[in-house]
């Protein structure tokens, strides 16, 4: 399975300003996705980032305020915008190894805590 | 559109009991279901997966887990649990040929010493 890592790890940040979350994967993958876990919540995806096109972004979430970026092939970036003590989560990357069967590796995550 | 279930809240076993964790998913085609596991500060490992074929499927870290189509239910099982097992864990379901995961509200497992 691929070996994915986002940076960074943790941050805590100020209200109003931006956080960009990388995610690195260790080999060359179509599909990525990013996640929301709020607190003691499951799983929310934000959008799915295809290469070479624009971000498919799901209901509640928009590009303005989680704009992204899918340069190529193993790399994606998440920008949380405007931030607010709400966007407390753990942000995570995940890749498609599957496409068939929608099997998805994850990133570690990172923690961000919003004051 | 899918949906998962995870009854279970939180879950309290001692080391060495087995474990049953319930997974019951809505979906109107073949599912395709997988567990994860999250350990405290971590990601998402993969645990087990079910494509198709046997029902019955084997994963990491001894853990086993069994499709039934009739009960639309995927539930995770461990003949005896370690004191690392303590993690929260999380049933998904995949939607195919839209390609997205959708997520339980996880069980969080407890082991006693």
């Known amino acids: 399975s691929a070996v994915i890592s986002q940076k960074p790890s943790r941050d805590i940040c100020q209200r109003g300003t931006s956080l960009t979350i990388q995610c690195q994967v260790d080999s060359q993958v179509t599909m990525m996705f990013w996640y929301r876990q709020q607190p003691g919540q499951s799983l929310t995806l934000i959008a799915t980032?295809?290469?070479?096109?624009?971000?498919?972004?799901e209901s509640g979430f928009v590009i303005d305020k989680f704009p992204i970026s899918r340069p190529n092939l193993t790399f994606s970036t998440l920008t949380v915008s405007n931030m607010s003590p709400e966007d407390s989560s753990i942000y995570l990357c995940?890749?498609?190894?599957?496409?068939?069967?929608?099997?998805?590796?994850f990133g570690p995550g990172t923690r961000l805590t919003v004051l | 559109a899918q949906s998962v279930t995870q009854p279970d809240i939180h879950i309290t076993v001692s080391e060495g009991a087995s474990l049953e964790l319930r997974c019951n998913y809505s979906?109107?085609?073949?599912?395709?279901l997988f567990w994860y596991v999250q350990s405290p500060g971590q990601g998402l490992q993969l645990l087990l997966k079910?494509?198709?074929?046997?029902?019955l499927v084997q994963g990491i870290k001894g853990f086993e887990a069994e499709f039934k189509r009739s009960q639309s239910s995927f539930n995770l099982r461990k003949p005896s649990v370690h004191w690392s097992d303590a993690a929260e864990y999380f049933c998904a379901v995949g939607s195919g040929s839209a390609r997205q995961l959708t997520f339980g509200s996880g069980t969080q497992l407890t082991v006693l010493p």
């Open positions: 995940s890749v498609e190894e599957n496409r068939v069967y929608n099997e998805q590796f």
């Open positions: 979906y109107g085609a073949t599912p395709y």
């Open positions: 980032a295809n290469q070479g096109s624009e971000a498919t972004y």
């Open positions: 079910y494509f198709s074929g046997d029902t």
